[in-house]
C-alpha cells in the first residue's frame, strides 16, 4: 500500500479548517446553535480547542460559515438558473432541481440543521435571506411579470409572489420524509413531485393574474 503524500502546512490547515465545518454542521444539526459547544465540535472533528479558535474566532463565526457552506452554493447559483430560463414555469422547475441536488447531498443533517434553527426563531438565517432578499426578488422580477402580464407589480406583491414560490419549493424538501411512504405507495417519484409543486405554485399565482391589488387587508377586506 502506498503511503498517503504528505500534506504542507497550507494543505494541512485547509484539512482541519474543512474538517471542522462539517463537524460543526453536524453538531449544530443534532442540538442547534444553543445547544453546541466549542469543545465537542472540536472533539468531533478530532482537533483540540487551540486548532479550532486558531480557525474560527467564536461559535457565531463558525455557525456563519457553515451556513455559508450550505445556502452559498446554491446563491450563487440561484440567480444564473432563473436568469437563463425562458418563462417562470421552466424557472421554478429548474430552480426545483437545483434544491432537489442540495437536499441529496445533505439530507438528513440539513433538514435537521434548518429546523433546529427555525424552532429558535431563525435568528441567524433570517439575517442572510434578509441581505440576499432584493437579489433574490431582482431576479424573479422579469419572469412573474411575464407571466402576470404586468409590468406595475408593487414590491411588497412581487415579495408575496416570491416568497409564495421559494416556500412552496423549499418547505416540500424539508416535509419530504413525511409524504415519501404515501409517494412510494403510489409509485410517484421525484418528477411526479416536481410536476405537481410547479403546478400549484403557477396556479397560486395564475389565480391573481387578473386581480390590481394582492394585497389585501384581512381585517378590513379592503385591497392595500
Not at 465540535?41 to 456563519?64: C, P, R, S
Not at 413525511?178 to 421525484?190: K, M, N, T, V
Amino acid at each position: 500500500m502506498n503511503a498517503r503524500p504528505k500534506l504542507s502546512t497550507r494543505e494541512k490547515a485547509a484539512e482541519n479548517r474543512q474538517g471542522i465545518l462539517e463537524a460543526a454542521e453536524e453538531v449544530f444539526a443534532r442540538k442547534g446553535f444553543d445547544g453546541a459547544n466549542m469543545r465537542e465540535i472540536a472533539a468531533t472533528a478530532g482537533v483540540n480547542k487551540f486548532m479550532l479558535y486558531y480557525h474560527f474566532e467564536d461559535k457565531q463565526t463558525l455557525f456563519e460559515r457553515v451556513l455559508d457552506t450550505i445556502t452559498g452554493p446554491i446563491f450563487r447559483r440561484l440567480g444564473d438558473t432563473i436568469d437563463q430560463a425562458p418563462d417562470l414555469e421552466t424557472a421554478v422547475a429548474d430552480v426545483f432541481d437545483l434544491y432537489a441536488g442540495l437536499f441529496r447531498r445533505k439530507g438528513g443533517r440539513l433538514r435537521a440543521f434548518m429546523a433546529r434553527e427555525i424552532a429558535a426563531g431563525a435568528p441567524r438565517v433570517s439575517k442572510v435571506f434578509e441581505i440576499k432578499a432584493p437579489e433574490i426578488m431582482a431576479h424573479w422580477k422579469p419572469k412573474i411579470e411575464l407571466f402576470l402580464d404586468r409590468d406595475d407589480i408593487p414590491p411588497e406583491q412581487l415579495a408575496f409572489c416570491v416568497m409564495s414560490i421559494m416556500t412552496g419549493i423549499v418547505s416540500t424538501f424539508l416535509l419530504q420524509p413525511l409524504f415519501a411512504p404515501l409517494f412510494d405507495s403510489f409509485g410517484l417519484d421525484d418528477e411526479h413531485l416536481k410536476g405537481h409543486v410547479v403546478a400549484q405554485i403557477l396556479q397560486g399565482l395564475g389565480a391573481k393574474r387578473d386581480q390590481p391589488g394582492l394585497i389585501t387587508n384581512h381585517k378590513s377586506g379592503r385591497t392595500a
